[in-house]
């Protein structure tokens, strides 16, 4: 939101910080099975005219496109909803002016694993107004 770039990204390799976030990362197992983990955080305290916070459209656009690089490389990742805010923060020593938007554990896969099934465009596009 108007190019503030209020954000930090924490890359994470250190293998006894890495099992510090599995209980914070809701006792995922992804995360300890992981070479590196990746948390973003920002500071942006505005909300843009369309009522939503910055801080979280800002941080999740940053992650996306990360995570969209890391699939290019050949690394695997896997988007965390489920964690606690305050743990990754302990942590990683976030101050408490941070929100962290956003957490990954990225490696290089064991497996491939199928794309899930996805809606067709009919159900999820509408024209011209909303069409339930």
């Known amino acids: 939101a108007r190019n503030t770039q209020a954000w930090k990204f924490i890359m994470v390799t250190d293998p006894a910080t890495i099992q510090k976030l599995v209980p914070a990362c809701c006792g995922q197992s992804s995360v300890a099975q992981a070479p590196a983990f990746l948390a973003v955080c920002t500071n942006e305290p505005s909300t843009m005219a369309c009522g939503q916070p910055a801080r979280t459209i800002d941080g999740s656009i940053a992650m ?3 995570i969209l690089e890391a699939e290019e490389l050949g690394l695997g990742t896997c988007w965390l909803g ?8 302990s942590a990683l020593s976030i101050p408490e002016e941070y929100d962290v938007v956003a957490v990954t554990p990225i490696g290089y896969p064991a497996e491939e694993i199928p794309a899930r099934p996805r809606k067709g465009a009919g159900e999820v596009i509408s024209w011209e107004k909303f069409q339930g």
Do not use: L
Not at 82 to 89: G, L, R
């Open 64 to 66: 996306s496109f990360m």
């Open 82 to 89: 489920a964690f606690y805010n305050d743990q990754v923060k």
